[in-house]
């Protein structure tokens, strides 16, 4: 009888790269304490001095070109889309110790 086919999602290393930054793991926590969020919305509650609109918004891209969060609807001009976690971006805020919205880690 052949083995049965390996069915574990294919794990991409870079996640782990993506995930050390304290912006984005940043991101992802204070998704986990809302529903959606705006880069806007986060730029006064991440860490770092002077953080700027701009850089808080490149490292949502980032997220989002990852698959860890997606944009929820059309922009709003002075706050930007709001993002929500996807379920790989459920995944990786277990994986940093977070519980996500509704969930049990």
Do not use: C, I, W
Request: proline share 10%; glycine share 8%.
């Amino acid at each position: 009888m052949a083995p049965s086919p390996d069915k574990t999602p294919k794990f991409d290393h870079r996640l782990v790269k993506v995930l050390e930054h304290p912006v984005r793991s940043g991101f992802l926590r204070l998704l986990a304490e809302r529903s959606q969020l705006s880069s806007a919305e986060a730029v006064d509650h991440l860490p770092g001095e002077n953080l700027l609109l701009s850089m808080v918004t490149y490292h949502v891209r980032v997220l989002h070109r990852f698959g860890l969060v997606e944009a929820m609807r059309q922009s709003d001009p002075e706050r930007g889309p709001p993002f929500r976690t996807t379920p790989t971006g459920e995944l990786a805020l277990t994986a940093l110790g977070y519980t996500p919205r509704g969930g049990e880690a």
